[in-house]
């Protein structure tokens, strides 16, 4: 099972940008789905982004036009690049790994926070 580690987050102002970089663990990580999870006080866990490969990718409709997914599997790391950030995007930001095939994330990281202040 792979193992994942967020970095990245911190506090930021209206309309900033920041990078959140998710590594993995083990020969296998270029198999894995990669979600960005988000959970904001009293809200429920939300899936922000996933990325399979570069022509296999997934946006929230909160987060198009102003995110990118990416991966680079020689450095088994995914990485969510948010532009634009409103208050509203103020969360503890997760990857989560699913194997091909598989329809639940199995293995969470431990989150990382984003702030954004007004």
């Known amino acids: 099972q792979v193992q994942l580690v967020e970095s990245g987050g911190g506090l930021v102002q209206d309309g900033a940008s920041v990078r959140l970089s998710c590594a993995g663990s083990?020969?296998?990580?270029?198999?894995?789905?990669i979600g960005w999870f988000r959970q904001a006080p009293g809200k429920e866990r939300e899936l922000v982004a996933a990325?399979?490969?570069?022509?296999?990718?997934y946006y929230a409709d909160s987060m198009k036009g102003r995110s990118t997914i990416s991966r680079d599997n020689a450095k088994n790391t995914v990485y969510l690049q948010m532009n634009s950030l409103k208050p509203e995007d103020t969360a503890v930001y997760y990857c989560a790994a699913k194997f091909r095939g598989n329809q639940e994330y199995s293995s969470w990281g431990q989150g990382t926070q984003v702030t954004v202040s007004s």
């Open positions: 990325i399979y490969n570069a022509y296999s990718t």
């Open positions: 083990g020969s296998t990580f270029s198999m894995y789905t």
